[in-house]
Every structure is written in C-alpha cells, then in structure tokens.
C-alpha cells in the first residue's frame, strides 16, 4: 500500500489517456472473475482489495488510495481479474482502458518503471504477511494491520489530537490480517484497555502509534 511514486507528467498521463469516475461507498470498481478491460488511478477516497475462498471466506488484500493503481495486474497479462475492488468510502479515479493503459507503457520508460516498482513492493508487502502469519500472535498480526494502515491511509482526527481513524470494521480487519472476527474483538479490547486505539461504527482511532508498532513487533 502507497508504494506509487507518479511524477506529475506522469500522472497527467493517466488523465489524458482516461477519464474521470466516481464510486461511492459500497461499490466495487473491478470484480474477481471479470474481464482485464481496465484500470483505475485512485485520486482521491479509499479502496479495499479482497478475494473470495472456496469456503466462503472473504480476505482483504490490501487498501488502495490516492495515488495508487488497481486492476493493473490482469491488464498486464491478459487474465480474469483475480479480486475485488470496492469503495470503503466515495472515490475518484481515471480509469484508463487496458488498450490505452499498455500503449502508455510502451511509449513512457519511466511509467513502465514506476509500475514495475510498486508490483514489486506489492509483492514483498504479501510476502512479508504470509511469512509473519504463520510466526507471530493474532493480536500482533491485528496490530501490524492497524499501524500500516493508520500511517498510509489514516485519517487525522481532531479529539484526540494526533489520533489516526482506520476506516474498516471487524471484518475486514479479521480479512486483512488473517485471523478470526472473534480475536479481532479480544485484540481490540486489549487495545482498548490499554489506551491504544477507540472504536466506533466501522471505524477504530489508533491513539499511540509507537505503542501499536510495539505490539506489532511482540
């Protein structure tokens, strides 16, 4: 997550190659299964990427948001989208069609760079989770989950001061670091308890961020 590193020509790029859509909460911009037949620059809002299992089960990939690319992937190489995208909150995007989006990579050696580099970064960020999920705790797991997302993607929150709201409910962050709802409701009260985070209708305010980063690193 936030990995991009667009330079303004090149995100101007993207405009002029595509055009400007918005989403609002709830619905999804890509669907698991559906055809490679575009991809969207995120410029504004939030985006959660999730996959079903065979057991009904929903993970939630990653969250994407300004600056940030979807769908690119299954552009590259042609194939059915492998995830969900959908709007956690009203979003603003280009979406470029898969023609243009290819053609952009072979007429701008840095765009292919830059998207190349944050596949990458995508790569290791999935690598590192799956590896950390079999060795550390369901509460330090919860924990990793919260601090990435509060220092990418949070919001800041005027009481208390310094406080950075996580737009995403119990499920999704069972979803996102792969543990049960129910140890997410346990991790969440010790939190709590200890005077780390606030939670409130689908939303939880991180308030100490050194002391999550501790809790994530137990």
């Known amino acids: 997550?936030?990995?991009?590193?667009?330079?303004?020509?090149?995100?101007?790029?993207?405009?002029?190659?595509?055009?400007?859509?918005?989403?609002?909460?709830?619905?999804?911009?890509?669907?698991?299964?559906?055809?490679?037949?575009?991809?969207?620059?995120?410029?504004?809002?939030?985006?959660?990427?999730?996959?079903?299992?065979?057991?009904?089960?929903?993970?939630?990939?990653?969250?994407?948001?300004?600056?940030?690319?979807?769908?690119?992937?299954?552009?590259?190489?042609?194939?059915?989208?492998?995830?969900?995208v959908t709007a956690l909150e009203r979003l603003e995007g280009v979406s470029v069609s898969s023609e243009a989006f290819l053609r952009l990579l072979n007429t701008h050696a840095s765009l292919t760079l830059a998207v190349l580099r944050s596949v990458v970064a995508r790569l290791r960020d999935s690598d590192t989770m799956r590896t950390e999920r079999g060795a550390r705790s369901s509460r330090s797991m919860l924990a990793r989950v919260l601090l990435d997302t509060a220092v990418r993607h949070g919001e800041p929150v005027d009481d208390p001061r310094g406080a950075l709201a996580v737009r995403m409910n119990q499920q999704e962050l069972a979803g996102a670091a792969g543990v049960s709802r129910e140890s997410v409701v346990r991790s969440l009260r010790a939190m709590q308890e200890a005077g780390l985070v606030t939670t409130s209708r689908g939303r939880t305010c991180v308030l100490d961020l050194a002391e999550v980063r501790r809790w994530a690193e137990e």
């Not at 993207?14 to 709830?26: M, N």
Request: glycine fraction near 14%.
């Open 1 to 84: 997550m936030g990995h991009e590193h667009f330079t303004p020509d090149e995100l101007l790029y993207f405009r002029a190659a595509g055009r400007v859509r918005s989403w609002e909460r709830g619905v999804s911009l890509m669907r698991e299964g559906g055809p490679p037949d575009y991809v969207v620059l995120v410029l504004s809002g939030l985006a959660k990427v999730t996959a079903d299992s065979g057991n009904g089960y929903t993970s939630v990939l990653a969250l994407r948001g300004p600056g940030e690319l979807v769908g690119e992937l299954s552009c590259l190489d042609g194939t059915r989208r492998s995830a969900t």
